[in-house]
């Protein structure tokens, strides 16, 4: 196969929305106004360039740039002939990411249309070339345009839309209609700001004789071998003849590397191809197999396949991919309770699933770079991730993406993408468009080891069964009129039964058991428990999270602000004032005063006015305090499978759900999230009279580690403690110590945990809400100070209970907004502090 780029050198243009197809002469007339540009692009990038927009994510500039979705948008390229050999027999153009209805055309002549984002236009294009210069040129539009009132009407318009819910402009019924992404219509975490580009790759390729189609690679067993495992592996090659009427002669060589070095080679010699398609299935064999694990259960050894078809003279390579090896399924069984299981099982291994939702980077997508994609991706694994959801109502995420989840263990659940609404499955048009988008991520996306599960929906089947929905549409769904459940219900499922059956699938996020959201079966978003509570005592009581036992929580959420750098940032020239029009356009549309009460509950007095500067602080602490209580408590239930909160990073600047914000800064509540997911852990917990400590081991060793525990008073002066040894074997949970609850004062102590070992946090029994406790302000000591490189290590040592130590300034540290015990010493590093004197602060 050779490949011809077509990204770089492209000119776009704009006209009437009514400017179809059809007016492509008139296009061609133009002499003025066109605008350069390469690929990937959204149509904004050139109109910010040329001065025409302003940037659209700070300030109000979002709403300066909603004619964009009015208009048509033309974009054209000039590229030879020379550089594709027209004398190779079959030529295709591959053009990617068409956002989202097109016209194509190749020098003046229609060759075809395209209607969906998420699976590449493909022609084969020899009959139109002309030897020496041709013109490619495509129109675009946001394909909202074409959907009307009778065409939602056949789904009742069962879409939800922020603009239902509130005053804002976020939303619109006909997104369920466009194979478009959905997000950036508006939701409740960012802006309308729809999208028209040509988001992904243009290139040309071109075969002689046959062509590898794709390819697809399973681990079919994993068996003891001596001291080592021996894997047995299935390699599929689905080679076409393009001959189409003679049958033809190949050799086909598949090569297995690891570190350079050969781990497996087949040759199989003499394959008759007949025209068209043809499915070669081998068995592979890997000796001294190395296992892919998710991050904290092991390594990531990552296997290179390489194969290649020979024909005659002409040899057909498939690009070299990278896989481990491992299997992965999904553990349901029925417990005593009468609840069931719902539990990643990787290479035999229960996995506890750690980690965030994943929505797109950016509201003007295609600008997202290949650094953002490595800084989140880092960021992940340093906060002890092992799992990323990709949420049903943005985007599948680039190849790059999937390599490094590959690379670094992070686990991927995939929703196709479908959300919140009604999709027209009873068109044969929107039919065809949902199984060739799925079969085409379906077969790029299974040789992936990151890729743990496709699922059908983002809440749909929840919607559906909810009778406040039900009733605001006044519809009642059933066989006859599933309201889109058929797709993920059936066709999704055939998909991915024919093309990676190995792949775990589930219909939908939130699923299982009787109303699509149940605690006791599958997995849950939590929009109505805990911080979002309508209940505000459950909202503010954190132990409020105890008391909810779900199997797997793949969405819930607490809102919290941005540092000032990336505040200022977003908000442009505009003020920095919280009751301002500009600070609310960037304030997630669900926030209530649930935020400013827990404030006031945990750092301040009452009926006090909160400054910008304060709420910034105690904001971001109030997140972090109840993210990382709320997962130590999914991770303290034994029954729980996993934790996922919504959402772990950002398109645009807000106060909002995230832990990284839209400019890669760190948001106070990072580093819970980072301390509740540490791979090695204890956590404390009250269960009636009792003290029960469980221990954590993620790791594949056993843990081991010497420890005292007991009663200790704030101030540090009353210790009733003793020392012990705990032992969590790899990779398991358990229960290591219960006892009954002593009579101390629980308002001037409490139950702490010390660990004799520097890889493991202490730990403490959360009692009430900080404000109720009795302690004095204790000074925070600098035991040591050492430049290393570029980084600096600080030891710091508490005399007594000291709240939200941090390091002020802007820097990544190893650890930050912590609480310290009576006499504890932590090591912190603080990454390109150097020789800068470090200021050391606590809130109390």
């Not at 001291?227 to 060589?253: P, Q, R, S, W, Y």
């Not at 417990?335 to 509201?363: A, M, S, Y």
């Amino acid at each position: 196969m050779n490949i011809t780029k077509l990204n770089k050198s492209w000119v776009l243009h704009e006209a009437p929305l009514s400017w179809d197809r059809q007016y492509l002469a008139d296009i061609n007339k133009i002499n003025e106004g066109w605008y350069k540009c390469d690929l990937p692009v959204d149509v904004r990038m050139p109109l910010i360039d040329a001065g025409v927009i302003k940037e659209p994510l700070e300030g109000d500039n979002n709403y300066e740039s909603k004619w964009i979705e009015e208009r048509s948008w033309w974009f054209q390229k000039h590229f030879s002939s020379a550089d594709i050999g027209m004398e190779n027999e079959v030529i295709e153009l591959v053009l990617e990411g068409l956002d989202t209805n097109s016209d194509i055309f190749l020098n003046d002549q229609y060759i075809g249309s395209h209607q969906n984002v998420h699976y590449p236009f493909i022609c084969e294009i020899k009959r139109f070339l002309v030897n020496g210069d041709n013109k490619l040129s495509v129109r675009l539009t946001s394909g909202l345009e074409n959907i009307s009132i009778k065409d939602l009407a056949e789904s009742d318009c069962a879409v939800t839309a922020e603009s239902d819910f509130n005053d804002s402009d976020r939303g619109d019924h006909r997104r369920t209609m466009v194979r478009r992404p959905q997000y950036n219509i508006g939701w409740d975490w960012g802006p309308r700001l729809v999208s028209v580009g040509i988001t992904g790759q243009a290139f040309v390729r071109a075969y002689n004789k046959i062509a590898i189609r794709e390819v697809g690679i399973e681990t079919k067993e994993i068996k003891k071998d001596g001291d080592g495992k021996l894997a047995l592996l299935n390699v599929m090659v689905n080679a076409e003849n393009l001959n189409i009427v003679d049958t033809v002669d190949c050799d086909l060589e598949i090569v297995i590397r690891k570190d350079g070095k050969i781990a497996a080679c087949k040759t199989i010699p003499d394959i008759l191809l007949t025209s068209g398609t043809n499915y070669i299935n081998q068995e592979m064999e890997i000796q001294e197999a190395e296992l892919w694990w998710p991050a904290g259960y092991g390594e990531q050894p990552l296997y290179q396949v390489e194969i290649t078809a020979r024909c005659a003279d002409t040899n057909e390579s498939w690009p070299v991919f990278n896989y481990g090896i491992r299997k992965i399924s999904i553990d349901t069984p029925v417990l005593e309770d009468g609840t069931r299981n719902f539990k990643f099982i990787v290479n035999g291994q229960e996995i506890f699933c750690k980690g965030g939702n994943w929505i797109p980077n950016d509201f003007i997508y295609a600008r997202v770079t290949a650094e953002k994609y490595r800084t989140l991706l880092e960021e992940a694994v340093e906060a002890n991730f092992n799992m990323i959801r990709i949420w049903g109502g943005g985007l599948y995420e680039r190849e790059l993406f999937y390599d490094l989840c590959d690379e670094k263990g992070i686990l991927v659940w995939q929703d196709f993408m479908l959300a919140c609404g009604a999709y027209p499955e009873q068109q044969a048009w929107f039919e065809n468009e949902i199984r060739s988008e799925y079969a085409y991520q379906a077969k790029r996306l299974r040789t992936h080891s990151c890729i743990a599960l496709f699922c059908g929906t983002n809440e749909n089947h929840w919607i559906f069964s909810n009778p406040e929905f039900l009733d605001r549409w006044k519809i009642k769904p059933s066989y006859q009129n599933q309201y889109g459940l058929w797709i993920p219900n059936v066709l999704s499922k055939e998909v991915v039964w024919m093309n990676c059956p190995y792949i775990p699938y589930w219909n939908s996020s939130p699923y299982g058991g009787k109303n699509a959201n149940d605690l006791d079966c599958g997995d849950a978003h939590l929009w109505s428990h805990g911080f979002v509570s309508n209940d505000i005592r459950e909202a503010l009581d954190l132990k409020s999270y105890d008391a909810i036992k779900t199997k797997f929580v793949s969405e819930y959420g607490v809102l919290g602000p941005c540092c000032l750098e990336s505040i200022r940032e977003y908000l442009g020239d505009g003020d920095l004032d919280m009751n301002g029009k500009l600070w609310k356009s960037h304030t997630n549309v669900t926030m209530k005063d649930t935020l400013g009460k827990a404030i006031v509950q945990n750092y301040l007095p009452e009926n006090h006015e909160l400054t910008e500067s304060e709420f910034i602080l105690y904001g971001g602490l109030v997140q972090g305090d109840v993210y990382e209580y709320s997962l130590e408590s999914f991770r303290f239930q034994e029954d729980c499978g996993g934790a996922l909160f919504w959402m772990y990073n950002d398109a645009w600047g807000e106060v909002g759900w995230t832990v990284i914000d839209y400019y890669l800064r760190r948001k106070i509540s990072y580093y819970g999230v980072k301390r509740a997911f540490a791979h090695k852990k204890f956590i404390i917990r009250q269960a009636d009279d009792c003290i029960l400590i469980r221990g954590i081991n993620d790791t594949k060793e056993k843990l081991r580690c010497k420890v005292k525990f007991g009663y200790v008073s704030f101030d540090g002066k009353i210790s009733d403690t003793r020392e012990m040894v705990f032992e969590v074997p790899a990779g398991s949970r358990m229960q290591v110590l219960k006892e009954k609850i002593g009579d101390y004062d629980l308002e001037c102590g409490s139950y702490m945990l010390y660990v004799y070992d520097d890889g493991i946090d202490h730990a403490m029994l959360y009692t009430c809400p900080n404000s109720r406790l009795k302690y004095a302000k204790s000074p925070v000591e600098v035991m040591e100070e050492k430049v290393i490189g570029n980084d600096k290590k600080l030891v710091l040592r508490a005399g007594g209970y000291v709240c939200g130590v941090y390091i002020a300034g802007n820097y990544k540290c190893s650890d930050n907004y912590f609480n310290m015990l009576p006499g504890e010493e932590r090591t912190i590093i603080v990454q390109d502090a150097g020789n800068t004197e470090l200021e050391i602060k606590s809130i109390r």
